[in-house]
């Protein structure tokens, strides 16, 4: 099994960047593809971002693609969400999530969740 705690989430302006962790224990992280997923208030939770084993194949949704940039950490136990040019159709809660599928897998596939941090954008 592996433990996932997301952090870095908070209140910005549109326009602002916020940097995601997700900090994992338990299994070695580089066993499983990463996710980032967000569930807006009121709609269903979407996928954002997702990175390979390796770190060498990435996933954007469209609605982030430009903006988002998913990594591994040089300690290998931790995954980046980077977040520029905030809108704020950005709020949301964000999730980080672990499975053995690939970048495009849907959550479904994902066996692992933290708890998630909310993202709050102001216009």
């Known amino acids: 099994q592996v433990q996932l705690v997301e952090s870095g989430g908070g209140l910005v302006q549109a326009g602002d960047s916020l940097r995601l962790s997700c900090a994992a224990s338990?299994?070695?992280?580089?066993?499983?593809?990463v996710g980032w997923f967000r569930r807006a208030p009121g709609k269903e939770r979407e996928f954002a971002a997702a990175?390979?084993?390796?770190?060498?194949?990435?996933s954007y949704a469209d609605s982030v693609k430009g903006r988002f940039t998913i990594s591994r950490g040089n300690a290998k136990n931790t995954v980046y969400l980077q977040m520029n040019s905030l809108k704020p159709e950005d709020t949301a809660v964000y999730y980080c999530?672990?499975?053995?599928?690939?970048?495009?897998?849907?959550?479904?596939?994902?066996?692992?969740w933290g708890q998630g941090t909310q993202v709050t954008v102001s216009s």
């Open positions: 990175i390979s084993t390796s770190g060498g194949s990435t």
């Open positions: 999530a672990a499975g053995y599928g690939s970048t495009r897998s849907p959550e479904t596939e994902y066996d692992y």
């Open positions: 338990g299994r070695p992280f580089n066993r499983y593809t």
